[in-house]
T-cell receptor, first 109, second 113 residues
Framework: GEDVEQSLFLSVREGDSSVINCTYT??????LYWYKQEPGAGLQLLTYIFSNMDMKQDQRLTVLLNKKDKHLSLRIADTQTGDSAIYFCAEKGFQKLVFGTGTRLLVSP | DADVTQTPRNRITKTGKRIMLECSQT?????MYWYRQDPGLGLRLIYYSFDVKDINKGEISDGYSVSRQAQAKFSLSLESAIPNQTALYFC????????????FGPGTRLTVL
């Protein structure tokens, strides 16, 4: 079945880069996503990558996809305190998205 | 105005009570979803609907029911609430084109005593 795994917690200092990792199981996924959840709010799409791409860059965000290892990562450059949130990885499965457990990113000054 | 709204935002109820959570959207999307979020478990899909006549069970549908009253409205009911249904509930919509991106409401925090 479809399954998505993430580490639960990451702590970085302001100005450093953050790397959030995710593994998934469905090799037929066409899209993979990163969502951000700020306190007291719903999830918002940060970025996505099509399965035939290896990398996607969007300002401070870089997404890397290793299809062979079914590994997805999100790198946030120059991490700011406003980046503190929960980040969810998701894969597009059959008829629905499958979300990971979420990684809580804590950015300290 | 927000594209996906949920009411109520917070609810405290007692074991055995019937509860309805409502979701409305102005995005014009056909697809709507209900999820629950628990710490350390991420988001789990309860039910989803691809149009007004279509209802599908997700991975944790036991103890829940849904109604798709219109394209824009999708409600979730707990017929007899129990304490382990205490969670944060999210409604989402998507338009099945290309990326099938989902758009989430702000959530309803439900506490069952």
């Amino acid at each position: 079945g479809e399954d998505v795994e993430q580490s639960l917690f990451l702590s970085v200092r302001e100005g450093d880069s953050s790397v959030i990792n995710c593994t998934y199981t469905d090799s037929s996924s066409t899209y993979l996503y990163w969502y951000k959840q700020e306190p007291g709010a719903g999830l918002q799409l940060l970025t996505y990558i099509f399965s035939n791409m290896d990398m996607k860059q969007d300002q401070r965000l870089t997404v890397l996809l290793n299809k062979k290892d079914k590994h997805l990562s999100l790198r946030i450059a120059d991490t700011q305190t406003g980046d503190s949130a929960i980040y969810f990885c998701a894969e597009k499965g059959f008829q629905k998205l499958v979300f990971g457990t979420g990684t809580r990113l804590l950015v300290s000054p | 105005d927000a594209d996906v709204t949920q009411t109520p935002r917070n609810r405290i109820t007692k074991t055995g009570k019937r509860i309805m959570l409502e979701c409305s959207q102005t995005k014009g999307h056909d697809r709507m979803y209900w999820y629950r979020q628990d710490p350390g478990l991420g988001l789990r899909l309860i039910y989803y609907s691809f149009d007004v006549k279509d209802i599908n069970k997700g991975e944790i549908s036991d103890g829940y029911s849904v109604s798709r009253q219109a394209q824009a409205k999708f409600s979730l009911s707990l017929e007899s609430a129990i304490p382990n249904q205490t969670a944060l509930y999210f409604c989402a919509t998507s338009d099945y084109k290309d990326t099938d991106t989902q758009y989430f409401g702000p959530g309803t925090r439900l506490t069952v005593l």
